[in-house]
């Protein structure tokens, strides 16, 4: 197993994220429209590691984001980030562990960062889910910068820096007389939010003049930094979140909840 930079040769890997099993057309469309974030951040600083087998076949990666480009969840400033570090989703389900590959890609990213950040912060879960999980990081060496309930900023420096900050929420709902308002805040990083927009976007066509739907892209930073959310989903201005992309079903019944209240 070796550790590489990504080229066009593992770029479907990585823009399709965690669905590597699920083929589908949703999917792929999802994973072009994360192509692009990718090919266009790169220009500007991103850097994504690829583990690979001895093959060439890819089995995980993570990448190496330079916080000034705005990332997920925190703020700050001359550190490099890691909004995801992901293995090959069926290795993750089979739960084989300590096969070594999400160390190496963690120390293949602070290799990187070594050369023009001072250190490495990583937003975590306290949730026991197996997705960026702090129990793996604190193994690795990272510290406990910030936290909000179950999600944790974790850092390693190699100088000192000040530690990021999480987001703050910035969001006011502004009501429609006799409609419904749905803001949704998404993000091009993430494939799964880009399933969940379009999935909205596809429902709220649904309902016609009865519904105003409000999208704000935050993989764009000046939305980001304003609304201090990378993603999330009101319904009149209640939060809903199903853990993953929203299902078309329960979007219609928020929706016409939403409208048995008007």
């Known amino acids: 197993m070796q550790v590489v930079d990504l080229t066009d040769k593992y770029m479907e890997f990585v823009a399709l994220c965690t669905h590597n099993d699920e083929i589908n057309q949703e999917n792929e469309a999802s994973a072009l429209v994360r192509e692009q974030w990718i090919r266009n951040t790169m220009k500007k600083g991103l850097k994504i590691k690829v583990a690979v087998d001895d093959k060439g076949d890819p089995l995980g990666f993570a990448h190496c984001l330079p916080i000034e480009l705005g990332t997920w969840g925190m703020t700050g400033k001359d550190l490099m980030t890691i909004p995801c570090l992901t293995l090959h989703y069926q290795k993750v389900y089979k739960e084989e562990k300590g096969s070594g590959v999400g160390k190496a890609l963690i120390q293949a990213v602070e290799e990187e960062a070594k050369k023009t950040k001072k250190g490495v912060a990583v937003l975590t879960y306290d949730d026991g889910f197996w997705f960026m999980p702090t129990s793996f990081f604190k193994k690795l060496g990272y510290k406990e910068v910030d936290r909000q309930r179950d999600t944790v900023i974790m850092m390693k420096i190699f100088e000192p820096v000040e530690p990021p900050r999480m987001f703050k929420l910035k969001y006011e709902f502004n009501p429609i007389t006799d409609k419904v308002v749905v ?80």
């Open 183 to 262: 803001d949704i805040f998404w993000n091009q990083l993430c494939p799964t939010s880009i399933c969940e927009v379009n999935r909205v976007r596809q429902v709220c066509a649904e309902f016609g003049e009865k519904m105003v739907l409000n999208e704000y892209n935050c993989s764009i930073k000046k939305n980001l930094e304003k609304y201090q959310t990378a993603r999330a989903l009101f319904f009149n201005g209640h939060y809903k979140c199903w853990g993953y992309a929203a299902p078309k079903d329960e979007v219609r019944k928020e929706i016409y909840k939403e409208l048995e209240k008007a």
